[in-house]
């Protein structure tokens, strides 16, 4: 299905009823959501999510037990990479505060889901994507748009070389092998941000629990494999698992920024207010339920980007006051089908690299 827009261009004037009296594009949206109580807190579907997940988790390692030593076990790698990803999705509702305004009951949600389940650091996490959340596709300001293995903008291709000009020319062919490895450098960085002294831990106790976490993440996911598989198949189970835990995360967030607008090189970009800068960057993906529940609700990356901390189940309530003030406003809203979206994502790629490819530079 083909990119689906509301009113063609991408700045527009601004009709006068559609703005405030302060004149801004984003205040009046945002009193019709509070009017229909969508930014309030829904703890009940939270912690129904949140049990269902752990009985699923919990159903793995009943699996582990009554199949033992066996090869047959590693099957059981891609459900656990579901049941990842779905705490996942918990530790970023919580960092935005979407499943409760107790901020300390909220941080021990995204330790417990982020440090102790997945082994990342929540810190680390939230000091990215708040500064993702405030820039989001600009690329001095935005670090995942930042030019690291993968780039999204031609002048970024600039200079690279050897094994980086190579991912650099194939890198939409690559892309999907390439979140194999997402789980693991999540880890990674957040180990890196542990350990560096300019890390974004304000308090000496913030970084010792979360090192105390991760440590806990891996000792208790290395015993718990162990006490069921052989070390060779424990070691390929957990491969497995965080290969598609890898790929299920970047299926989740390939689609709501690539080949979307960028503030830093639109001529008027940097005046952009909030409405604007969310939702020109942003791109939505349909679906029903599953499509829901598989994405985490970030298939609603416009009404996300716009109201961080609304609760997950009412951003697919809030998507018709959204669309209908953009229509208002002749503010693109884009919104696409699942295939649609990974295509539109990786063409953006694959023209970023096109320079490196006609140049046959190796």
């Not at 023209?351 to 140049?359: E, F, Q, S």
Request: proline share 6%.
């Amino acid at each position: 299905m083909s990119q689906a827009t509301v009113a063609p261009p991408a700045v527009a004037p601004v009709p006068p009823a559609a703005r405030s009296r302060n004149g801004s594009e984003f205040t009046p949206l945002l009193r019709t959501i509070k009017e229909q109580g969508l930014l309030e807190h829904r703890p009940g579907w939270y912690a129904r999510s949140i049990a269902t997940n752990l009985l699923g988790v919990a159903a793995v390692v009943v699996g582990l037990a009554l199949l033992g030593p066996s090869w047959w076990a590693l099957p059981l790698a891609l459900p656990l990479a579901l049941f990842s990803a779905r705490a996942a999705f918990v530790g970023h509702d919580a960092g935005h505060a979407q499943i409760t305004a107790n901020r300390t009951t909220g941080r021990i949600l995204q330790l417990v889901h982020a440090n102790l389940f997945l082994g990342m650091s929540r810190e680390w996490w939230n000091d990215k994507h708040n500064r993702h959340h405030a820039h989001p596709n600009h690329l001095d300001k935005d670090p995942d748009v930042a030019a690291d293995v993968l780039v999204f903008a031609e002048h970024q291709t600039l200079g690279r070389r050897g094994l980086r000009g190579f991912l650099t020319r194939h890198q939409a062919g690559l892309f999907f092998p390439l979140t194999t490895l997402e789980g693991l450098a999540l880890k990674a960085y957040g180990i890196r941000a542990l350990l560096a002294e300019d890390g974004p831990f304000r308090r000496r106790s913030e970084r010792l629990v979360e090192a105390v976490l991760i440590l806990a993440h891996f000792a208790g996911g290395a015993a718990l494999l162990l006490a069921f598989l052989t070390p060779a198949q424990a070691l390929v189970f957990a491969l497995l698992h965080q290969m598609a835990l890898g790929v299920h995360l970047g299926l989740a967030f390939a689609p709501n920024h690539k080949g979307m607008e960028r503030p830093d090189a639109h001529p008027d970009g940097e005046n952009w207010g909030h409405l604007r800068r969310q939702v020109l960057t942003s791109r939505n993906i349909r679906g029903g339920a599953l499509t829901d529940w598989f994405l985490g609700g970030l298939n609603y990356q416009v009404e996300h980007h716009l109201f961080p901390s609304m609760p997950r189940p009412n951003l697919r309530l809030a998507r018709p006051a959204v669309r209908a003030h953009c229509a208002a406003l002749g503010v693109p809203y884009t919104e696409t089908g699942f295939l649609d979206s990974y295509r539109q994502a990786l063409g953006h790629l694959h023209r970023v690299g096109a320079g490196l490819r006609a140049g046959g530079a190796e």
